[in-house]
């Protein structure tokens, strides 16, 4: 069996190499000036398909067999998955069928039709996802992709961190810590398991949803844990995972902390990103930039690398968000 590593993350890299945007590493002197820190924001925002989930799917559907990409494959997931699989499956010349909430942002499911994805909605409260997507995949003899409980797609999303690392080198930066969001656990992994190897000595720091804060109380509790019934959806549709991967997190107990922020906490980071540093992130792309701009993660005296993970957004909230129409 297939063990997520360090050694498979180099792997993936190599997997990766010129079918990936190797996505830029920048830092913005307005944002530095504000925060009284050197932040480093690993754009992943300019991925293929929106975000890096791209690097997971590829790594893994791009080492199918003949005969298993003959049969398609299947995946769950509230968007950029979604969307990351639709993509691979599309240059590997394979069909794909996504399994995706009916309330998923209409950009979200438009983006997987565009790459020649089949769409199944459920409804993300009173259907399984999971169940769905194994039962599709039995009857069509497809190959089940899984948006992070699958050793191959967290180490295509570690090469998210063995960037950071190497591009940070390259401008002479020392990293003192690095945020990303943390949802089931796919990309915080990888990167962990990038970090223990080439820098154990930098924390990495969780982000999560307010009310989607399950890594933060399984951390706590020791054991894999959900989070309490919520009364209305997170504007950071990208994380509203109800806990941690199983896969993923006995890696993410290494995590120094996880941090929550609100909605209105993200709708202003997302607000900054497009007006100071005129990029479009997602609101569960940017949690780890609010983190920062709140002041629960201080970036003073300290160079802090962040993921702004995906640029996703629904049109019309985006819209809300910069003209601050946004109520959350």
């Not at 941690?244 to 906490?265: H, K």
Request: charge should be negative; aromatic fraction near 4%; charged fraction near 20%.
């Amino acid at each position: 069996m297939h063990v997520a590593s360090f050694d498979g993350v180099r792997d993936a890299a190599r997997q990766l190499s010129g079918v990936a945007v190797r996505t830029p590493l920048v830092e913005s002197p307005a944002l530095n000036a504000r925060l009284g820190g050197r932040v480093l924001m690993k754009c992943e925002n300019l991925q293929h398909a929106g975000a890096f989930k791209f690097r997971g799917a590829w790594n893994r559907i791009s080492r199918l067999t003949p005969e298993e990409l003959t049969r398609g494959v299947v995946a769950y997931s509230s968007g950029n998955h979604a969307q990351a699989v639709a993509a691979a499956a599309q240059m590997m010349g394979t069909s794909a069928v996504i399994v995706m909430p009916a309330d998923s942002p209409r950009v979200k499911v438009e983006g997987v039709l565009s790459f020649g994805g089949e769409v199944r909605t459920y409804d993300r409260y009173a259907e399984s996802r999971e169940a769905i997507g194994e039962e599709i995949a039995a009857t069509r003899g497809s190959v089940l992709v899984r948006p992070f409980d699958d050793p191959f797609v967290i180490e295509g999303q570690g090469t998210t961190g063995l960037e950071i690392v190497e591009q940070a080198q390259a401008m002479g930066a020392e990293i003192d810590q690095l945020l990303c969001g943390a949802s089931g656990g796919g990309l915080i992994a990888g990167i962990n398991l990038s970090m223990a190897a080439l820098r154990p000595d930098v924390p990495v720091i969780g982000v999560e949803p307010q009310a989607y804060d399950d890594t933060r109380r399984s951390l706590a509790a020791g054991q894999r844990m959900t989070h309490p019934p919520v009364q209305k959806p997170s504007i950071c549709d990208a994380l509203m995972t109800d806990r941690p991967g199983e896969l993923t997190f006995p890696i993410n107990r290494r995590l120094r902390e996880v941090v929550t922020v609100s909605d209105a906490e993200v709708a202003e980071a997302v607000r900054l990103a497009f007006r100071t540093l005129k990029l479009v992130v997602e609101p569960g792309g940017a949690v780890s930039l609010a983190a920062l701009l709140t002041g629960k993660v201080d970036a003073r005296d300290r160079t802090t690398a962040i993921v702004l993970s995906g640029g996703n957004v629904d049109p019309g909230l985006f819209s809300d968000i910069i003209q601050e129409r946004f109520v959350p």
